[in-house]
C-alpha cells in the first residue's frame, strides 16, 4: 500500500515536471533581465524579479493594442459562431431536409484539412475583393470557418437530447421555432451553449496562420505580433516572453475550467 | 398552405448564416483554387491560360515538394507512435488511480489550450543556442552540443519532442475516455488475478478500447499531418528544410513566392488525401 502510494507520487512529480517546466521557463524569462538570461549557469528563478517587461511590451510594443484586437475577434467571433451553429443545430435536430446526411462528412473533412490549402484563396476573397486587408472584420468572418463545424457538433448532441414531447407541448401553446429555441431549449443547454462560446473563443484567440497574411498594423493579433517580433526586435526577450506569458492566459484559463470540453471539441465530440 | 411553406422555409432559415459562411468560405475557394490549379496564374509572370493538368504533374515531380512530403509522413509516423504509447500508458495510469487522475487532469489540459505559436515560442526559449534550459542541461549533463538552428536533424528532433509536448495529454484522455466505459467488473477480475500493469494494458486495456485507439491514431495523424504553426514559430522550416513540413512549403509557395497555381494544384491534392481519410474515419466511427 505504502510502496504504491510513493510509485504514485514519483509518476505525478515526473509527468508535472515535463508538463510545467517549458511553461515555467517562459515565465522566468519574463521576469529576467538581459543579461540575467544569459547568465552561465542558467538561472533556475529570476534572481530580480519585475513587472518591467510586461509594461514595455504592453506600451512599448503595442502589445496592449494587439491584445485588445484579439480579444474583441475571438469575443465577436464566438457570439457569431455560436449563434449560427445554434440554429443550424436546431435545423438538423428538429427538421428533416435535403442534404443533412452530408454535413457529419463535412465538418470531419472541415477538421481535418489544413487551413494552409486554402491561404490563398482567403488572401484573394478579404484583401482583394472585399478590400478588408489589416481589418479585424475579415478575421471575425474567416474564423467561422473551423469555428461553425465544432460548435454546431458540441450543440447537436445537447439538443438531441431534449425530448421532441417538449416542442409539442410548445407548438400546441402557439410557440414559434424561434421562440422554441431560444425560450424554452437554450435555458436547458445554458451550459453546453457556454462551453461552446468558450472553446470557439479560444480557437478565435489562438489562431495564427490566417491573421498572418490577413493583418499588418492595424488589425494584428497577439499571436502574429509574437511572430513579429522574432525580427523585428531579436534582443527583446524578456518583453518578448512577457507577450508570450500573456497570449497563453485565455488557453491556461480556459482549459483549466472547461477541461472535460476542451477534449470534446478537440475530438469532435467522438470520444 | 400558407403554413405549410413556412414550414419548409424553416430549414432553411435556420441553415442560412452557416450556410453562407461555408458558400464564403468553403465553396468559393474550392471553385477559386480549382480554377487557379488548371491556368497559369502567378503575378508578373503568369498569362492566365489554361494548362490543363501541367501543374498538378509539376508540383507531383517537384524535388521539394516530395522532399517536404516524405519528411511530413515521417514526423507525423514518429509522433503518432511515441504520442500513442505515452498516452496510452498515461490513459492507463490515470484511469487506475483517482489520485493521478484528479491531480494530472488540470495539468495535462494545459499545452490542449495554449496558441501553437506560443507553444513555438516556449521551445524557443527553452532551447535557444545560448540560453534555453534544454540546451545548457543537454550540454553540461549529456554533452551533447545542441543547436537546432544549424542542426538539421537536432531541429526536427526538437520538433517531435514539441509535438509530443503538446499532444500526448490528448491521445491520454481519448483513451481515458475509453477506459472509464469498460465494465468495472473486468477490471477488478485482471487486479484480482495478481495480472501486471503491462499485463493489464496489453490484454485488458488494448483490447477494450481499440476504437477508442484507432480514433486517437487517426486524429493525431491528421492534425499532426497539417502541424504548422508551432513549427513556423520555432524553425521556419529550417535549417536547410530540415522542418519544411507540407503545410509551410503550401504556406511559402502561396503566400511568399506567389506561385498561385502550383500552390493550388497542390491544396486540391492534399484536400484529396484529407477527404478519402475523413471516409475512412466515418467509416471506423460507423462501426
Known amino acids: 500500500m505504502r510502496m504504491k502510494t510513493i510509485i504514485n507520487i514519483v509518476i505525478i512529480a515526473i509527468i508535472a515536471l515535463i508538463t510545467l517546466f517549458p511553461l515555467y521557463w517562459l515565465i522566468i524569462t519574463s521576469l529576467k533581465s538581459y543579461t540575467e538570461i544569459y547568465a552561465n549557469p542558467p538561472y533556475l528563478y529570476p534572481p530580480n524579479p519585475t513587472l518591467q517587461y510586461y509594461i514595455e511590451a504592453l506600451y ?10 484579439s480579444l474583441v475577434i475571438a469575443v465577436t467571433n464566438a457570439a457569431i459562431s455560436t449563434l449560427a451553429s445554434l440554429l443550424a443545430a436546431y435545423a438538423v435536430s428538429r427538421f428533416n431536409f435535403r442534404g443533412k446526411d452530408n454535413l ?12 494552409a490549402i486554402f491561404a490563398v484563396a482567403y488572401y484573394y476573397i478579404f484583401c482583394r475583393t472585399l478590400g478588408l486587408r489589416d481589418n479585424i472584420l475579415a478575421l ?3 474564423y467561422n470557418v473551423f469555428n461553425i463545424p465544432i460548435a454546431i457538433w458540441l450543440l447537436l448532441s445537447a439538443l438531441e437530447a431534449i425530448p421532441k414531447d417538449l416542442d409539442a407541448v410548445a407548438q400546441l401553446e402557439g410557440l414559434s421555432h424561434f421562440k422554441i429555441l431560444f425560450r424554452i431549449h437554450v435555458p436547458i443547454i445554458k451550459g453546453t451553449v457556454a462551453v461552446s462560446y468558450l472553446l470557439t473563443f479560444l480557437n478565435a484567440f489562438n489562431e495564427y496562420l490566417f491573421a498572418s497574411f490577413i493583418t499588418s498594423t492595424e488589425a494584428r493579433t497577439i499571436t502574429t505580433a509574437l511572430q513579429g517580433m522574432i525580427t523585428v526586435a531579436g534582443v527583446y526577450w524578456s518583453q518578448m516572453a512577457a507577450l508570450g506569458v500573456l497570449s497563453a492566459l485565455p488557453g491556461i484559463i480556459i482549459a483549466v475550467i472547461a477541461r472535460r470540453y476542451l477534449v470534446t471539441g478537440l475530438t469532435m465530440g467522438m470520444v | 398552405m400558407n403554413i405549410s411553406k413556412r414550414e419548409r422555409l424553416y430549414p432553411l432559415i435556420f441553415t442560412l448564416p452557416a450556410l453562407v459562411v461555408y458558400i464564403m468560405l468553403a465553396f468559393i475557394p474550392l471553385i477559386f483554387t480549382i480554377y487557379l ?7 508578373g509572370v503568369g498569362t492566365g491560360e489554361f494548362v490543363g493538368a501541367k501543374n498538378f504533374v509539376d508540383v507531383l515531380t517537384d524535388a521539394t515538394t516530395l522532399a517536404s512530403l516524405r519528411i511530413t509522413v515521417i514526423y507525423t509516423a514518429i ?5 500513442l504509447v505515452l498516452g496510452f500508458i498515461i ?22 489550450g495554449l496558441p501553437p505559436l506560443t507553444v513555438g515560442l516556449i521551445w524557443r526559449f527553452l532551447a535557444h543556442p545560448d540560453f534555453g534550459a534544454l540546451t545548457y542541461y543537454l550540454r553540461n549533463a549529456l554533452g551533447i552540443n545542441f543547436n537546432y538552428s544549424v542542426n538539421g536533424l537536432q531541429a526536427f528532433t526538437l520538433t ?10 490528448l491521445v491520454a484522455f481519448i483513451t481515458l475516455g475509453g477506459m472509464l466505459s469498460i465494465p468495472p467488473e473486468y477490471t477488478e477480475s485482471f487486479l484480482v488475478d495478481g495480472a501486471s500493469f503491462w499485463h493489464r494494458l496489453r490484454y ?16 493525431r495523424f491528421m492534425d499532426s499531418f497539417k502541424v504548422f504553426d508551432q513549427v513556423f514559430m520555432l524553425t521556419q522550416g529550417g535549417p536547410a528544410g530540415a522542418t519544411y513540413y507540407i503545410s509551410i512549403h503550401l504556406y511559402r509557395i502561396g503566400l511568399t513566392v506567389w506561385d498561385l497555381s502550383r500552390g493550388a494544384a497542390l491544396s486540391l491534392v492534399i484536400l484529396i488525401i484529407v477527404i478519402i481519410m475523413s471516409n475512412i474515419i466515418i467509416k471506423v466511427m460507423r462501426r
Open chain 2, 37 to 43: 490549379s488548371i491556368t497559369n496564374v502567378r503575378p
Open chain 2, 204 to 219: 485488458l486495456y488494448f483490447r477494450m478500447i481499440k476504437s477508442n485507439i484507432i480514433f486517437a491514431i487517426i486524429l
Open chain 1, 140 to 142: 471575425i468572418i474567416l
Open chain 2, 91 to 112: 490513459g492507463a495510469l490515470m484511469y487506475e488511480s483517482i489520485t493521478i487522475r484528479k491531480v494530472l487532469t488540470p495539468l495535462l489540459v494545459i499545452p490542449l
Open chain 1, 60 to 69: 512599448k510594443f503595442y502589445g496592449l493594442k494587439y491584445l485588445t484586437n
Open chain 1, 104 to 115: 457529419f462528412f463535412t465538418f470531419v473533412s472541415m477538421r481535418m484539412a489544413p487551413p
Open chain 2, 160 to 169: 517531435i519532442l514539441m509535438d509530443i509536448w503538446m499532444w500526448t495529454s
Open chain 2, 79 to 83: 509522433v503518432v507512435a511515441i504520442e
